[in-house]
């Protein structure tokens, strides 16, 4: 098994491609039903570029969207959560209710009159699993066959009873498929994170490639805030297992070189008497994601130079890695 050549981690082509063919057409994970569960709100993302937003109808429908007026393409609502009774273009103010269908523009004029029936929001693809919440904008597939075999490996994981508790966003110099690299492997932890190595029983560690996900394992020692658990989906998001919650994240490519993590922190007791412990898990789970990002940023520029081509994938440790760079290397078609 050998590592993906260096060159598509650096292509500007490589990743308009994987625009296309990864992100546009696989369901991306956005975060909790919850967040849209109410009438008139609303979920705007980024998706490697695209924007697009969810929004729950006053009729109880949840709609999604893609992120742009129809006049002439500005972006309708920025990223992030909120409330909104019909969408405002900010723009030229043309209004859309919240079924999407334009209900006036302003100012436009007569010679002809504009149609609004013609110009509704362009939909995109909506779907939710046990409170965790899909958009797609072109799905090859549904979100339950992207999912794979991952339904029946968290089957007796309590997660609807978790509460969304708190949203971070780490963001960091390297191509998204190096942190994904570096996700799905446990063979950097004794160099990179001695602290979290040290609370590992890590000749236990196993990793292992499942249908439309990455499995890794080790038994934790005493006073190890992970469960020994942690889980990577095709293709950019995670969900690792703490007592009495977890955490999502995704894996979003802001350019070739940049790259956002966007956390999610689920807990079952949300009670301020608990406050103090789930802060202290919060912390501890983003100081390893920092240690990741500098490794990865460091791997980057080495892959810039254009020196490094490739090299041998460890059969115990890095099956994940191999998994996910094939997947990648399919729908690049090389």
Known sequence: ???????????PDTLLQERRSIFARSWQHLGAVAQVAAPNAYLAADIAGYKIFVLRGKDGVLRGFKNMCRHRGAQLLEDGTGKCNGVRCPYH???????GELKSAPWFGDRPPIVLEDWPLEK???DEWR???FAAIDPE???IEQLGALPEELADEPIEKYTLDRQDKVEFDANWKVYTDNFVEGYHIP???????????????ATTAHKGFVRMTCPPRDG?????KWLWMWPNWTLSLFEGGMNTSRINPLSVGRTEQLYSFYFEDVSPATKAARDKTIAGNLAVVQEDCDVCAGTHKNYETGMFTTGPLSSRHEEGVYYFQQRVARALRV
Not at 1 to 11: C, I, P
């Open 1 to 11: 098994m050998l590592n993906l050549d260096a060159r598509y981690y650096v292509s």
């Open 131 to 133: 409170g965790l919440l």
């Open 93 to 99: 103010q043309w209004l859309y209710d919240d079924k």
């Open 141 to 143: 597939v549904s979100l």
């Open 224 to 228: 190890l805030f992970y469960r020994g």
């Open 191 to 205: 160099g990179i994170h001695p602290s979290f190595f040290a609370a590992l029983d890590y000749k236990e560690f």
């Open 124 to 126: 995109i693809h909506v």
